[in-house]
């Protein structure tokens, strides 16, 4: 089949439609598929039926999936699929309602070696709400000011799993877990390895502090990037049908959920994600 791949947003995002995932693709929808990714950010593939194992196998299209970390959530027959759901609690700590990133961020950067690609797999999703937002990082940093540009290149930021700036409750960890996951250090600006395009690369949830810059220039700094990155202008928002795989780079994007559907309605989605490389 050939790819044909339909706006969603404007400036990002795209929609693939026909395409059954559970069926070998041509060498020629692999490449496509892939370059769909590069210049949207964002790609939905519509209508999909999956069981976890070709879920998993069809993934391998984008990348290489990864075994995930969290047992209690790891799908009990797929090591690479975890499962978000709207019955998820923070078993470890206060026992409540647990929403995956629902402050804005981008995954795995409190990891030396951040996941290049995140998929959700909407499973079941609620009839209102529940929408995961997007924001382009190639064009928040596109728009910077030359003079911004030029005092944040080469600045680098810590970034650990409980920041102490964190917008939204994370799930509590052992302390063992605790001590696999000592702090890290990322470019506040990294280029794409693929597109060689720059990106601002910003998690609000996991920044702790720019290096070698005192507390409270720090915060202003990450204030004040964050608050232009988010800007409605370099947003998407996606709206889940049932069966929609979406396929995110987090390299130039970031995201969010949003928890705002009716209670008593279910959301379960099937994550994956693809091995990436260290940010540069
Ligand atoms: C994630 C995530 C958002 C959502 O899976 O990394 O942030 O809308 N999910 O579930
Ligand atoms: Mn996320």
Same mark, same amino acid.
């Given at each position: ?54 879920? *998993?196998? /069809? ?5 290489? =999936? ?7 959530? %790891? !799908? +009990? ?95 509590? *960890?052992? /302390? ?5 996951? =000592? ?7 990294? %280029? !794409? +390895? ?87």
């Amino acid at each position: 089949m050939t790819i044909a791949v339909s706006d969603l947003g404007g400036h990002m995002a795209g929609a693939v439609e026909g395409l059954d995932l559970g069926r070998p693709q041509d060498e020629a929808d692999v490449r496509a598929l892939r370059q769909a990714l590069l210049d949207r950010l964002v790609l939905c593939i519509r209508g999909q039926a999956l069981e976890p194992l070709p879920y *998993r196998d /069809a993934m391998r299209i984008f990348g290489k =999936p990864m075994k995930q970390i969290t047992p209690a959530a %790891t !799908h +009990p027959d797929c090591d690479e699929i975890l499962i978000l759901s709207s019955e998820d609690r923070d078993t470890l700590g206060d026992g409540g309602k647990l929403v995956v990133g629902a402050a804005w961020h981008t995954d795995d950067s409190y990891k030396a070696v951040p996941c290049a690609l995140t998929m959700l797999y909407g499973v079941a999703v609620p009839s209102t709400g529940g929408d995961t937002q997007f924001v382009n990082m190639y064009a928040a940093y596109d728009d910077l000011p030359a003079d911004t540009k030029a005092r944040i290149a080469g600045l680098r930021v810590i970034h650990q799993y409980d920041s102490s700036r964190k917008g939204n409750k994370v799930a509590k *960890r052992t /302390a063992e877990d605790m001590a696999r996951m =000592p702090p890290v250090s990322h470019p506040l600006v990294r %280029t !794409h +390895p693929e597109t060689g395009r720059k990106a601002l690369y910003l998690n609000p949830n996991r920044m702790e502090l720019v290096e070698g810059l005192p507390r409270a220039e720090s915060d202003a700094l990450l204030d004040a990037l964050t608050a232009h990155a988010i800007q409605p202008k370099y947003q998407y928002r996606h709206k889940w049908r049932q069966g929609d795989v979406l396929v995110w780079d987090n390299r130039c994007t970031m995201h969010k959920a949003n928890a705002d559907y009716p209670d008593g309605e279910r959301r379960r989605m099937h994550r994956v994600i693809v091995q990436g490389t260290v940010p540069v």
